[in-house]
């Protein structure tokens, strides 16, 4: 399926992990700790960087990214 659609990986660079750093900030206020959220904020800066869509079961991890489908939404997108 993901061969039929032209999914591929975006790379991981240093410019996204820079980007990544700036958005995890914005949470050094939350108890969790800024390094809690470092993950999801590395993921959105891959795809902000690359123009991409995220595909996640999880979109409400990703209140700052506005272009992002559950896997059904974007199964539907193909039929």
């Given at each position: 399926m993901l061969?039929?659609?032209s999914i591929t990986c975006a790379p991981l660079t240093?410019?996204?992990t820079d980007r990544a750093n700036q958005l995890a900030i914005t949470f050094k206020d939350d108890p969790r700790g800024s390094q809690y959220f470092f993950r999801d904020c590395l993921i959105v800066a891959t795809a902000l960087e690359?123009?991409?869509?995220?595909i996640t079961n999880n979109k409400k991890d990703f209140p700052f990214l506005s272009d992002k489908l559950s896997p059904q939404e974007?199964?539907?997108t193909l039929l």
């Open positions: 061969e039929e659609s240093i410019s996204s690359n123009d991409l869509i995220l974007f199964i539907t």
